[in-house]
T-cell receptor
């Protein structure tokens, strides 16, 4: 079946450090891939997405590239800020009969210290 | 414009009681989704409405769970004879019709079954 596996946390970094959160997926077709973020006390927000192989999604300094050969969609940011502290979820929409059903990873808690 | 809204924001109930959770999607969004976020299971898809089509109920965990969408807009998720394992945050999302459209999430309803 369709699944998403992401790096277990929590991840603790100092401000301006480099961030990578790994995400891999299994799907029978060609899914769309997403990163959602949940800031403390707030709802899920779309951070970025990519809909086909080799696409790069980017937003707020975050980037992720859809790698079909490694079935991955790792999230990166070159210099994190305290305000990036949140829970990050990788997700896929496998399409076909699964269209609309987002499958999420377990979430990674990121804490950034000044 | 307004985002997805959900009510109530918090609900405490006793085991065995029925509860109703409400979702108001973004105006003009024809697709509506319910998800559940719990400690043990992460984020899980529950049900999906698209326009006037029959809903995709494949994620509902038991026949105690049901949902309806009136007039193609507001949706109500009903849990009958609640159990302690139903305690979770119930998230609603909406999107425009069409493939690969972004889902926008509401703030969720936190349900606690005592």
């Amino acid at each position: 079946g369709n699944s998403v596996t992401q790096m277990e946390g929590p991840v603790t970094l100092s401000e301006e450090a480099f961030l990578t959160i790994n995400c891999t997926y299994t799907a029978t077709g060609y899914p769309s891939l997403f990163w959602y973020v949940q800031y403390p006390g707030e709802g899920l927000q779309l951070l970025l997405k990519a809909t086909k192989a080799d696409d790069k999604g980017s937003n707020k300094g975050f980037e992720a590239t859809y790698r079909k050969e490694t079935t991955s969609f790792h999230l990166e940011k070159g210099s994190v800020q305290v305000s990036d502290s949140a829970v990050y979820f990788c997700a896929q929409d496998a399409g076909g009969t699964s269209y609309g059903k987002l499958t999420f990873g377990q979430g990674t808690i990121l804490t950034v210290h000044p | 414009g307004a985002g997805v809204s959900q009510s109530p924001s918090n609900k405490v109930t006793e085991k065995g009681k029925d509860v109703e959770l409400r979702c108001d999607p973004i105006s003009g969004h024809t697709a509506l989704y319910w998800y559940r976020q719990s400690l043990g299971q992460g984020l899980e898809f529950l049900i999906y409405f698209q326009g006037n089509s029959a809903p995709d109920k494949s994620g509902l965990p038991s026949d105690r769970f049901s949902a309806e969408r009136t007039g193609g807009s507001v949706s109500t998720l009903t849990i009958q004879r609640t159990q302690q394992e139903d305690s979770a945050v119930y998230l609603c999302a909406s999107s425009l019709a069409g493939v690969q459209e972004t889902q926008y999430f509401g703030p969720g309803t936190r349900l606690l079954v005592l």
